[in-house]
């Protein structure tokens, strides 16, 4: 398939973790900066719960309510000038973005356990760097590996960067569905849009 090229909703639009059996190298991480070495990563999905990882498995975040805007917003300050009627621009300090997507949340998806038990759930905290994918879909795919029969039966565009999933806020609901928010640092350059 190839990029999106008509104006739609994303309602299928997913974000993925890489979840390999052992984790990355500082040479690896190093390493990853192409789009071959990222599709490997995204391979085969399994359960966010009791999956088995291995290499080339990733787990699909759920219930996602909604997501931030993605991308590396620009690093310009604003500097003001005595007398003028306008500020200088200048380049600032590049800061590495945080991104925080708001969650339906169910427990059972991010409870703690042993290991290859609640795989999304260990994650949380650990200080591991992993690879993240994001997927702008406008249709259901066959499934969500980076294939061209699963992810390629739609138009899509994806993005990868490497990251750490730092935290899990919870925001319990009265009249609603119970929320959280996932906040994930992003630790690399943002590469993309690449599609299946």
């Known amino acids: 398939m190839a990029h999106l090229n008509s104006i739609g909703a994303g309602m ?6 890489a979840s390999p059996a052992t984790d990355l190298t500082s040479a690896q991480i ?4 192409t789009e071959a070495l990222f599709v490997a990563a995204f391979a ?3 359960p966010a719960v009791s999956g088995v990882e291995a290499a ?8 996602i ?6 991308g590396i917003p620009a690093n310009i300050v604003n500097v003001p000038r005595f007398g003028a009627r306008t500020s200088s621009q200048v380049q600032g300090q590049a800061d590495a973005p945080t991104t925080e997507i708001t969650l339906n949340y169910v427990a ?6 042993a290991a290859a038990v609640q795989v999304l759930g260990n994650m949380v905290g650990d200080g591991i760097v992993r690879a993240f ?6 249709n259901a795919p066959a499934a969500f590996g980076s294939k061209a029969a699963e992810l390629g039966t739609v138009p899509n565009t994806e993005f990868y960067f490497l990251g750490k999933v730092e935290a899990l806020v919870y925001n319990p609901q009265l009249t609603d569905a119970n929320q959280a928010t996932l906040t994930v640092s992003m630790l690399s350059e ?5 599609t299946v």
């Open 133 to 138: 994918r994001f997927t702008i879909l406008n």
């Open 30 to 33: 190093a390493a990853m900066t």
């Open 190 to 194: 943002l590469y993309g849009g690449f």
């Open 65 to 70: 309510r909604e997501f931030p805007a993605m």
């Open 44 to 46: 085969a999905e399994i």
């Open 108 to 113: 059972s998806d991010w409870a703690k356990g």
């Open 12 to 17: 299928f639009t997913d974000m993925s973790i």
């Open 56 to 63: 080339g498995t990733f787990i699909r975040v759920q219930n």
